[in-house]
């Protein structure tokens, strides 16, 4: 019998290769270049399946140009570079890769949270520029973390897992907003309150986002947002660039109208706007939230376990569509 014919897009771990080859014809892109639609959707011919990450687009064009695509299997929980209505519309799987990275991008964003909040990256560059000659009273004070109050927008299981790590390690008092309320026992186990989202801009001394991207979260933070903030409060983006106005962020930093900001992901990213570059009061990950080698690779597996189901005959193991 010939086996099925994938593409890998990306560059991905050895194993994860080997153990594709076990069941496909592979296509890879091991030295990770960086194609043009038309090159990609070149590559797509005579694949059945194909191994995304998040920064590969899957949409009408390339459905249409690829009539032989019957998975599209996302290395991320996320999902916005699919276009999942004309996925379902030409009868192509769509899977992503949630749960195997909730607790180190939990872990992540407290982390963003803690430097931002303490300072750390600012007061490193200055010791790294040998600026430290002598110790003061007030040096890169700071906020607390302990005892304050974290307001989180967007409360799936990356939001659940801050929570947690807020309440109960940090003594934090935890609000959120979400589409929708969790359910009472969710709740109490993360010990957090359902505010609005003004009530949550205006009351949180730290606000974390983690809700996902689409047409209806584009700039939920922007400067009528921003300034509703308290002018000592930190906002943490680990969700999607696109979610927050970047121009707008890098005003209000610039102008202290809130203290500080720790970024993990930006709008068109991997370009950052200029002003976010110069401004020290913020902290600039190159979106690295799920980055452990555990955690990468249960989610490549992941992938792989779903283009290994739907191209033998079987159920997606985390279906969109
Ligand atoms: C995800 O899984 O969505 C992370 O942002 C990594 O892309």
Redesign the pocket.
Known sequence: MTQPKILVARAVFPEVIARLEQHFVVESNQLDDNWTKAQFIQKLQGKQGVFT??GDRIDAEVLAACPGLKICAN?????NNFDVDAMTQAGVTAT??PDV?TET?ADFGFALLMATARRMTESEHYLRAGKWSKWSFDMFAGSDIHGSTLGILGMGRIGQGIARRGAHGFGMKVIYHNRSRLSAELETDCKATYVGKEELLKTADHVMLVLPYSPASHHTIGAAELSLMKPTATLVN?A?GGIVDDAALASALAARRIAAAGLD?FEGEPKVHPDLLTIPNVVLTP?I??ATIPTRLA?ANLAADNLIAVLTGKKPLTPLN
């Open positions: 990450t998040g290395m991320s929980v996320g999902y992503n890769a990275l991008t680990i999607r992901v979106h939230a799920s989610m």
